[in-house]
């Protein structure tokens, strides 16, 4: 097993030719797992969104790539082949059409820091404590991301379950895939482990009621919308970490925000039959959550 991860970690001829094969078979399987509706609100639906797959996707073209610039190029190019190619695929399918790729932004400014994260993290292949640095970025975010699947998953068994799974063992992949040295390997592994209870303490309000949660359900009556289950959040954006998601409450379907004292969040409802609603909500002076909906959304 060792060995096929070792493999896995700098073990494979990765060509140009093989790069961009490996690019267009990751935009198709992702754009399928994006439009066949088995997966919506499932954990395979998840590598359209976030970022815990193109992480892992990430690491290994660095640790088979022959040098600094080879890696930043490669990662590069994978990146500008297979985002884009997501969302063309998928603009026949989409009730959006082509402002599909109003999303793309988000992917681009990504693609464009492979650049230097690709030429920096050619160096976790040197297996020395500049290693463990430079991974540390990558295996927090992870952490972050398996956090919040978990989260989800315990107010709506099983949800992103297999995320927050895949999240925590590709931090365990990558560990013991990059790095060969014993020492390089417990301080990895301590560092996250220490994070991860210590993130999840502190987002809980464990050790700090400043971050405690706030939760809010609304129905949404007085804007004369009524939510089922075509519709859902889209494209909402958070100065600190946040939620709005529509679930099934007491019989109904409402909005849930859920979300960090004194943030502000603006988020979209959207369905496939209604133009997109654009909403925004925060904390007031009182400590409590205002709703309001508004014209611009960016």
Not at 20 to 33: E, K, L, N, R
Not at 148 to 173: D, K, W
Not at 187 to 210: E, K, P, Q, W
Not at 212 to 236: H, M
Request: hydrophobic share 45%.
């Amino acid at each position: 097993m060792m060995e096929k991860i070792k493999k896995l970690f700098g073990g494979i001829d990765l060509s140009w030719k093989k790069l961009i094969i490996f690019a267009i078979i990751t935009a198709v399987y992702t754009v399928i797992m994006a439009i066949i509706p088995i997966t919506k609100d499932t954990s395979f639906r998840d590598i359209a969104a976030t970022l815990e797959w193109w992480i892992l996707f990430g690491v290994i073209i660095i640790c088979n790539s022959k040098s600094p610039k080879d890696s930043a190029l490669k990662c590069f190019t994978f990146f500008l082949i297979s985002q884009p190619l997501i969302y063309l695929l998928q603009v026949p399918f989409s009730w959006q059409g082509w402002n599909l790729f109003s999303y793309y932004k988000y992917w681009f400014i990504w693609t464009l820091l492979t650049i230097p994260m690709g030429y920096i993290g050619y160096y976790i292949k040197k297996d020395n404590i500049l290693s463990v640095i430079i991974l540390l970025p990558m295996l927090i975010l992870l952490s972050i991301l398996g956090i919040g699947f978990l989260s989800s998953t315990l107010e709506s068994f099983p949800h992103h379950l297999l995320s927050g799974i895949f999240c925590f063992a590709a931090i365990i992949l990558i560990i013991l895939g990059v790095l060969n040295k014993k020492k390089n390997i417990i301080i990895s592994f301590a560092i996250i482990i220490t994070f991860t209870i210590g993130y999840v303490l502190i987002s809980n309000g464990i050790l700090f009621d400043t971050y405690k949660k706030y939760e809010a359900y609304e129905d949404l009556k007085e804007y004369n919308i009524t939510l089922s289950d075509e519709y859902y959040v889209s494209g909402f954006i958070s100065t600190e970490q946040g939620t709005a998601e529509i679930i099934e409450k007491d019989g109904k379907y409402v909005l849930k925000l859920t979300g960090i004292k004194n943030a502000t969040y603006k988020f979209g409802i959207a369905s496939e039959d209604d133009e997109q609603l654009r909403f925004e909500y925060h904390f007031d002076n009182n400590g409590e959550l205002v709703l309001e909906q508004i014209n611009e959304y960016n």
